[in-house]
């Protein structure tokens, strides 16, 4: 990855890309890319869709709300996908001072940045 700008103490900063270059970079990394979403129930946000007689569903079809219209909407500018995946505890999260750890949400946010974070440099 191109670096935006450089700087040095005489000259200060050099934008070596636009800011049109900058964004076009970022919307190309995002393509064609499955983002997990994790959240939690909470109509009008994310509620469970009810299955109409017969029909099964799976899968992000299984949610409705303001929440999945906005990524449906962000998704199909950007030529992404996402994935739906509720915290098994239902909590937005608290810290636990006894064991130290947290639960809900933000449980779930600090395991995936720990698996993720070494690789968020990688091309």
Same mark, same amino acid.
């Given at each position: 990855?191109?670096?935006?700008?450089?700087? $040095? !103490?005489?000259?200060?900063?050099?934008?070596?890309?636009?800011?049109?270059?900058?964004?076009?970079?970022?919307?190309?990394?995002?393509?064609?890319?499955?983002?997990?979403?994790?959240?939690?129930?909470?109509?009008?946000?994310?509620?469970?869709?009810?299955?109409?007689?017969?029909?099964?569903?799976?899968?992000?079809?299984?949610?409705?709300?303001?929440?999945? $219209?906005?990524? $449906?909407?962000?998704?199909?500018?950007?030529?992404?996908?996402?994935?739906?995946?509720?915290?098994?505890?239902?909590?937005?999260?608290?810290?636990?001072?006894?064991?130290?750890?947290? $639960?809900?949400?933000?449980?779930?946010?600090?395991?995936?940045?720990?698996?993720?974070? !070494?690789?968020?440099?990688?091309?």
């Amino acid at each position: 990855m191109m670096p935006a700008a450089t700087w $040095d !103490p005489t000259h200060g900063i050099n934008y070596t890309r636009t800011q049109g270059e900058v964004f076009s970079q970022i919307v190309e990394s995002l393509q064609n890319k499955t983002f997990i979403v994790t959240s939690r129930l909470g109509p009008p946000f994310l509620s469970m869709r009810e299955a109409k007689e017969g029909e099964y569903l799976e899968g992000n079809a299984r949610f409705m709300g303001y929440s999945m $219209d906005l990524l $449906d909407g962000i998704c199909k500018i950007l030529g992404s996908s996402y994935r739906i995946e509720l915290v098994p505890d239902g909590r937005y999260g608290s810290y636990n001072k006894v064991t130290k750890k947290w $639960d809900g949400l933000v449980k779930q946010l600090l395991e995936r940045v720990s698996i993720t974070t !070494p690789n968020i440099y990688n091309e």
